[in-house]
């Protein structure tokens, strides 16, 4: 932490040396020589975007940050805000501020969350008179699925502000495919899977080897072999034997996501599962199949791809 007056600075992980000599700063790189710092302009107008180095300005700086044609009205906060916050990959995302100094340019990107990564700004707007902007951007066709912030800057604001945004993966989310939830929710789906459990622990009813008859937008069956934890007894459970026997699995009821790196597919709402248990089962049970109904429904319709 530098201190300067009432100006401090935090600094993290960066390529560069900065140095503040008398109210500018001269950024250093690594093994080089000094740039020449721009004293024409005050201390604020200059801030590293990201997570590397941060600056908050004492009152002083603040008195000399603008005149009143281009500070926010009083009262106001900045914000972010994204539209949608779920996107797919190659589409358009729309983000809006609102409470930044009027009449000013705004320095906007996109950078995957929590990445020490390039930060640089995508593009630039200006705020209106009442302190807001509206920005597009299209998603790269090739961003990987997952968790994004867009972020915006001003010389006048003198902070980041951020929003997040959940990015899908278009192939995904198909009409032709219908996901089949595994470990009992929607978190966890996918496309003709070769093994399946009712809740992905040693007690749950465990499918393996699964082999797909058919597998259609309505409804799903396969064939597999099914293990099930023998009862534990004296010893702990974890040592307790799997008995393995023939098993059935047939998927139906379609319903539809509508959040998540899946948001726009569907998944099949219903999963019934039969066992073959055989003379001698060690759960004394009668020999025969026997059948267990479970039923998964997306919670916030949120749904993600797991690769079988």
Same mark, same amino acid.
């Given at each position: 932490? &530098?201190?300067?007056?009432?100006? #401090?600075?935090?600094?993290?992980?960066?390529?560069?040396?900065?140095? &503040?000599? =008398?109210?500018? %700063?001269?950024?250093?790189?690594?093994?080089?020589?000094?740039?020449?710092?721009?004293?024409? !302009?005050?201390?604020?107008?200059?801030?590293? %975007?990201?997570?590397?180095?941060?600056?908050?300005?004492? @009152?002083?700086?603040?008195?000399?940050?603008?005149?009143?044609?281009?500070?926010?009205?009083?009262?106001?906060?900045?914000?972010?805000?994204?539209? @949608?916050?779920? &996107?797919? /990959?190659?589409?358009?995302?729309?983000?809006?501020?609102?409470?930044?100094?009027?009449?000013?340019? %705004?320095?906007?990107?996109?950078?995957?969350?929590?990445?020490?990564?390039?930060? =640089?700004?995508?593009?630039?707007?200006?705020?209106?008179?009442? *302190?807001?902007?509206?920005?597009? #951007?299209?998603?790269? @066709?090739?961003?990987?699925?997952?968790?994004? %912030?867009?972020?915006?800057?001003?010389?006048?604001?003198?902070?980041? &502000? !951020?929003?997040?945004?959940?990015?899908?993966?278009?192939?995904?989310?198909?009409?032709?495919?219908?996901?089949?939830?595994?470990?009992?929710?929607?978190?966890?789906?996918?496309? $003709?899977?070769?093994?399946?459990?009712?809740?992905?622990?040693?007690?749950?009813?465990?499918?393996?080897?699964?082999?797909?008859?058919?597998?259609?937008?309505?409804?799903?069956?396969?064939?597999?072999?099914?293990?099930?934890?023998?009862? +534990? *007894?004296?010893?702990? +459970?974890?040592?307790?034997?799997?008995?393995? /026997?023939?098993?059935?699995?047939?998927?139906?009821?379609?319903? $539809?996501?509508?959040?998540?790196?899946?948001? *726009?597919?569907?998944?099949?709402?219903?999963?019934?599962?039969?066992?073959?248990?055989?003379?001698?089962?060690?759960? *004394?049970?009668?020999?025969?199949?026997?059948?267990?109904?479970?039923?998964?429904?997306? !919670?916030?319709?949120? +749904?993600?791809?797991? @690769?079988?």
């Amino acid at each position: 932490m &530098i201190q300067q007056g009432n100006a #401090y600075w935090r600094i993290g992980h960066l390529s560069a040396i900065v140095a &503040i000599v =008398s109210a500018a %700063v001269v950024a250093v790189p690594a093994g080089g020589a000094a740039l020449r710092a721009n004293r024409a !302009h005050p201390l604020d107008s200059y801030a590293f %975007v990201g997570s590397s180095l941060s600056v908050r300005f004492g @009152p002083q700086d603040a008195r000399r940050r603008g005149s009143a044609r281009t500070m926010p009205q009083a009262g106001a906060r900045p914000k972010l805000g994204i539209s @949608p916050t779920f &996107i797919k /990959a190659g589409t358009s995302a729309t983000v809006r501020g609102s409470g930044l100094p009027v009449n000013i340019k %705004v320095e906007v990107g996109f950078v995957e969350a929590n990445c020490r990564c390039d930060a =640089s700004p995508k593009g630039t707007a200006k705020t209106d008179a009442s *302190g807001r902007f509206r920005w597009r #951007y299209m998603i790269p @066709p090739k961003t990987r699925p997952g968790a994004y %912030v867009f972020w915006a800057w001003a010389e006048r604001l003198g902070r980041t &502000i !951020h929003a997040a945004v959940t990015v899908t993966t278009p192939p995904l989310v198909g009409t032709t495919r219908v996901y089949l939830p595994n470990c009992g929710t929607t978190w966890y789906m996918s496309y $003709r899977p070769r093994s399946w459990s009712s809740g992905c622990t040693g007690g749950a009813l465990n499918l393996s080897k699964l082999r797909w008859r058919e597998y259609g937008r309505r409804r799903a069956q396969a064939i597999g072999e099914a293990g099930l934890r023998e009862p +534990c *007894g004296a010893e702990p +459970c974890f040592k307790a034997g799997i008995y393995k /026997a023939q098993a059935k699995l047939s998927a139906s009821r379609p319903l $539809r996501c509508s959040a998540g790196t899946l948001a *726009g597919a569907w998944y099949f709402s219903r999963v019934q599962a039969e066992v073959l248990y055989r003379n001698g089962n060690p759960f *004394g049970a009668r020999p025969g199949w026997k059948s267990s109904i479970f039923t998964i429904k997306a !919670h916030g319709g949120i +749904c993600h791809h797991t @690769p079988p």
